[in-house]
């Protein structure tokens, strides 16, 4: 019972897991001091007001506390809003520009001539027309 547990945790995609959970609560760490000593001192800064908890309504005694709603409604669209300007839109401009630099693949497939379907390079003849394709350009 201890071997198997032993390969269960030693096996990679748990240890990759394990620290892709420790480096997320680290950056939602830093995400959240960003939001709470940057972006919300600016935005209360500008509007005035940077906690709106104290906002109620009263309906037969029902309190329907709409202000907390409001604070965690801002929070996460100022976390998600940090988290996509900071990591999510430099790495896919990063990956497009990988991408661009990227030398083309060698293709795999060419066309018959006669049936003009996709087949092998290496093909002599095409799998659906049966047609040889031996002079087709760029076959190898």
Do not use: H
Not at 50 to 56: H, Y
């Amino acid at each position: 019972m201890l071997k198997g547990f032993r390969e269960f945790i030693l096996r990679g995609n748990v240890i990759d897991l394990a620290v892709a959970v420790v480096i997320g609560a680290a950056f939602g760490a830093v995400v959240t001091s960003f939001v709470t000593n940057i972006l919300t001192p600016l935005i209360a800064a500008i509007v005035g007001k940077p906690d709106f908890s104290a906002l109620n309504l009263n309906i037969n005694g029902a309190v329907i506390s709409y202000g907390i709603f409001l604070n965690a409604l801002i929070s996460f669209l100022l976390v998600a809003g940090a988290v996509y300007f900071v990591m999510v839109a430099p790495m896919n401009a990063w990956k497009a520009r990988q991408a661009r630099n990227a030398a083309p693949a060698d293709p795999t497939n060419k066309k018959c001539p006669e049936c003009l379907s996709e087949i092998p390079i290496a093909a002599k003849r095409c799998a659906f027309c049966t047609s040889p394709v031996a002079g087709v350009a760029g076959s190898k």
